[in-house]
């Protein structure tokens, strides 16, 4: 016995041993790995080319720097309004993609700038708008958490910038400029504001049909930022860059991408480092009451979408449902089609469909009024299709006897299904509808595809303004008491119905 255990000591010194080596190796290694955070639909910036490889100004440089420090470049492509998790979690060692330290200047570690760059508005070629002051009443559309944004809604935004935000009809925030030129090209918005660098390689990656107005918003300049008091990483960073600029291997890059004329690199420039033992200005308590009185107005968008969707979606299953086990073949077969599209292409696909599809199918021009009701036509559809399976099971699932019973009684059909049947099939479908209506809780977040602001987009927006996780957690709480409220309402349906046992 004592054999066995000296063995066993010994192979789990020598595991341990083994394990131990194994993690210092891969330490090792990971120290060598410079691991930058970009938003992958940023060009020239950085983005993803035709070949499926990630490429871009910012990544071009990045790449040089790792060669000279001898490290191996990682590129990480990020949610834009994660990009602050990202960072304090240690999960990217920087943000280099076009990143605006304006504004910014005591949340992050910088380096110097190494771009000048201004906001810029641009319009269809066939818009009446030539001058900003033509933008009043109209809808303009920024990416969230841009610098075009701080520049129309910030605290450090001119007085006229923020006069021209309050003449517009609607400011509307979108994921990328992807989406931004979507909404633009079908009318769904009136202008974008954005970087002129972004601006230019977008509309001539477009083919043209697009204007670019003379007047800016502002003028900005780009750094790249590491977590507040990383000096040391900063500075290997930037000592690569200046060589860069020496030897001129950085204005090659910016050549290359079509931005030597905005690169204001230079040796001269010193540093703009944060304290990094500022006290909060507000307490803990006052940060959580202001974020969930902001919350408020999302969560009134996020009921809106749950209960219409249930109004619409509960119904029609019912009609579709009806049109699944009908004896007419093709129609039979076609609603099994519609199910079958509706439950496997993904929710956000079918947002974007129903809300781009009239313009770009049938040349219909889209208005901003249209963006909630393409919300609610696209949950409706989708969650119908999945409550049609979920009644007809809970139909199925009702003996035959009950349908004899209901003959020999006399009852017509209809008085068989509604007196008989669909009381029956409710009390088998409850569970499977709670875990529907739960999920669509859920999924309302889904409407930030098509830029409408429910909760969950909020709460991203203002955790990326605020830099802090906290708005996540206090949206999280909202959903929870929500699901929980559902929750308890089902199960008392369910208990009622308990009746028809």
Do not use: H
Request: hydrophobic content about 45%; some cysteine; overall charge negative.
């Amino acid at each position: 016995m004592k054999k066995w255990l000296k063995i066993l000591a010994a192979a789990t010194v020598a595991a341990a041993v083994a394990v131990t080596s194994a993690i210092g190796c891969f330490a090792s290694e990971e120290d060598d790995v410079f691991i930058v955070g970009f938003d992958a639909e940023f060009p020239p910036y950085g983005y993803k080319d035709d070949n499926g490889e990630y490429v871009g100004f910012d990544l071009d440089l990045a790449e040089e720097v790792c060669q000279r420090n001898g490290w191996i470049l990682k590129k990480q492509p990020i949610e834009w309004n994660s990009k602050d998790m990202e960072l304090n979690s240690g999960s990217i060692d920087c943000i280099w993609n076009g990143f605006t330290m304006n504004g910014r200047e005591d949340k992050y570690t910088w380096s110097t700038p190494y771009v000048d760059n201004s906001q810029v508005v641009i319009v269809r070629s066939d818009s009446d708008v030539t001058e900003l002051s033509q933008l009043a009443g109209k809808i303009v559309a920024v990416q969230s958490d841009s610098s075009a944004l701080a520049a129309l809604t910030s605290d450090d935004a001119t007085e006229e910038n923020k006069a021209l935000c309050a003449s517009f009809k609607e400011l509307q925030q979108v994921g990328d400029y992807n989406s931004a030129f979507l909404n633009l090209e079908s009318g769904a918005v009136d202008a974008i504001c954005m970087d002129i660098g972004v601006a230019n390689y977008e509309i001539d990656s477009r083919g043209g049909g697009y204007a670019v107005l003379e007047e800016r918003l502002s003028s900005e300049q780009y750094a790249i930022g590491f977590r507040l008091g990383n000096t040391g990483l900063r500075d290997k960073v930037q000592t690569a860059l200046l060589e860069m600029l020496a030897d001129g291997t950085f204005y090659d890059i910016a050549e290359k991408w079509g931005l030597e004329e905005s690169v204001c690199l230079s040796a001269d420039d010193t540093y703009i480092d944060a304290d990094e033992t500022a006290a909060e200005k507000d307490s803990f308590f006052a940060r959580l009451g202001d974020i969930s009185m902001q919350l408020i107005k999302g969560l009134l968008t996020s009921l809106s979408i749950f209960f219409l969707t249930l109004l619409f979606s509960m119904p029609l299953g019912l009609l579709i449902c009806f049109g699944r086990m009908s004896r007419f073949a093709p129609l039979r077969g076609l609603v099994k089609l519609y199910i079958s599209i509706m439950r496997g292409t993904p929710l956000m696909l079918q947002l974007l469909v129903v809300f781009f599809g009239p313009y770009y199918l049938f040349g219909v021009q889209l208005t901003s009024d249209y963006r909630f009701y393409a919300v609610i036509i696209g949950f409706s559809l989708n969650y119908a299709a999945y409550f049609a399976e979920i009644y007809r099971s809970g139909i199925q699932a009702v003996p035959k006897g009950q349908y004899e019973a209901s003959a020999i009684l006399g009852y017509s059909k209809s008085q068989t299904f509604f007196r008989i049947v669909f009381p029956q099939m409710v009390k088998n479908i409850i569970p499977s509808v709670t875990n529907e209506v739960i999920t669509l809780v859920k999924d309302t977040s889904l409407a930030f595809a098509l830029s409408c602001t429910e909760m969950f987009t909020l709460a991203k927006q203002i955790s990326a303004a605020q830099t802090t996780i906290m708005p996540l957690f206090v949206a999280g709480v909202f959903y929870y008491i929500f699901n929980f409220i559902v929750a308890f309402v089902m199960e008392r349906i369910e208990k009622k119905l308990n009746y028809y046992a």
